[in-house]
């Protein structure tokens, strides 16, 4: 599985848009993007994925580049209770397992 | 909504004894997997099973086995618990084919092993 950079933390205001960045330079044609989150003691929730459409659902928006080097997760309005550890995952169609980096601690400010 | 449970939040055991830990899905997923999480170590897959009966190792199996009886059940057995094992595990489990690639994830269980 391609390796992902993501910023150690973040901060964003209640009710902004919270923008949360992924690079994954060496990515391959048949790795999926994954966006998974983990508010403390809790379990990994699945937000998102996409291969190279940008895609979006009731949690979240990714946004993926052309050339699939990088992505965005986009939480429109973000609320106190996004605050959590986002993780960017790229993986294999058919792969087991899901490999964590360190992901991005996301803190949402009143 | 996919619901993965798992038996207990926290436990607490003493070295040397048998601990179970449970974990049941609800969407007739194929694949289930057991992860430890460590700080600064991230998830590590401990085994998966893709079918009833049938079981495959991670990366660290040791001091571990796995039973599945049933699609929707996996175990994870610590045959005797050692003071390394206390973590965070978290079960997953997994559809198979195309469009059925997401894990979905239990809340976890924090074992603690004096």
């Known amino acids: 599985d391609a390796k992902t950079t993501q910023p150690t933390s973040m901060d964003c205001a209640e009710g902004r848009a919270a923008n949360l960045p992924c690079n994954h330079s060496?990515?391959?044609?048949?790795?999926?993007v994954y966006w998974y989150r983990q508010i403390h003691s809790q379990g990994p929730q699945y937000i998102i994925h996409?291969?190279?459409n940008n895609e979006t659902n009731e949690m979240a928006s990714l946004i993926i580049t052309e050339d699939r080097k990088s992505s965005t997760l986009i939480l429109p309005h973000a609320t106190l209770r996004d605050t959590a550890v986002y993780y960017c995952?790229?993986?294999?169609?058919?792969?087991?397992?899901?490999?964590f980096g360190q992901g991005t601690r996301l803190t949402i400010n009143p | 909504d996919v619901k993965v449970t798992q038996s207990s939040r926290y436990l607490v055991k003493r070295t040397g004894e048998k601990v179970f830990l449970e974990c049941v899905q609800d969407?007739?997923?194929?694949?289930m997997f057991w992860y430890r999480q460590d700080p600064g170590l991230g998830l590590r897959l401990i085994y998966f099973?893709?079918?009833?009966?049938?079981?495959e190792k991670g990366d660290i199996p040791e001091g571990y086995s796995v039973s599945r009886e049933k699609k929707e059940r996996f175990s994870l057995i610590l045959e005797s618990a050692s003071t390394n094992q206390t973590s965070m595990y978290l079960c997953?489990?997994?559809?198979?084919?195309?469009?059925?690639?997401?894990?979905?994830f239990g809340p976890g269980t924090r074992l603690l092993v004096l």
């Open positions: 969407m007739d997923h194929e694949n």
């Open positions: 997953a489990s997994r559809g198979g084919g195309d469009g059925q690639e997401t894990q979905y």
């Open positions: 995952i790229v993986r294999v169609a058919g792969a087991q397992k899901l490999v």
């Open positions: 996409g291969l190279k």
């Open positions: 060496t990515i391959s044609g048949n790795e999926y």
């Open positions: 099973s893709y079918d009833v009966k049938m079981k």
